[in-house]
């Protein structure tokens, strides 16, 4: 019997890398995700989020419905990834204007994940929990390559300390940061987790100069 893939265990340099910034060039990674405007603490978000999970729970429960793809093996669900850019007319402002976030939100799927079974899992989905945002879902293969990233542990609102820390790191070392929109990994679960001790991996893309 194989193992089971554990993303905490097997991907550690993508998910648990050390508080401190640190360089790595990221694969290339299938997601359901989903484009979104607003502040992350609003039901809208929720709801997307929701939708998100049914999805990758869909794909992982497929044996139990006696489904079992090419290639599939036993995994944990991967977790929550979100893209945060902000909308052009509040870059100028002084304090970060939540309600101008622009976001993706996306969970990586495993590699047997081909086009055609995510269409699968999105018409079954849509049957069982249908949803009006099941229709905006995307099914993307994303290649970030090379990254400067970060574990930024405590409340989302202490984050530019890190990002501070990431535009030092990135000046030491002759990288330039290639787009005003930034990645998190949400590691903790906001639900059951105090603020300051959320986890959260904090990641820019880079190139060198």
Sequence with gaps: MSMKYEWKKQAKELYLPKNEPQSIDVPSIKFFMLNGKGNPNNEAFS??????????????MMPKKGVIPPGY?????????????????????EKLDKDSLIYTIMIRQPD????ELAQEVLEVTKNKKPHVLLDNVKFETVEEGKCVQMLHIGSYDNEPVSFKKMEEYCHANNLTR??????????????KTAPEKLKTVLRIKVEAT
């Design 47 to 60: 709801e997307a989020i929701g939708v998100l999970y049914s999805l990758s729970y869909g794909v992982k």
């Design 73 to 93: 093996f036993e995994y944990s669900v991967f977790p929550l990834e979100g893209v945060w850019d902000l909308a052009e007319e509040a870059r100028v402002l």
């Design 112 to 115: 047997f994940v081909t086009k």
């Design 178 to 191: 290639v787009s005003h929109t930034h990645r998190e990994i949400y590691i903790s679960d906001v639900r």
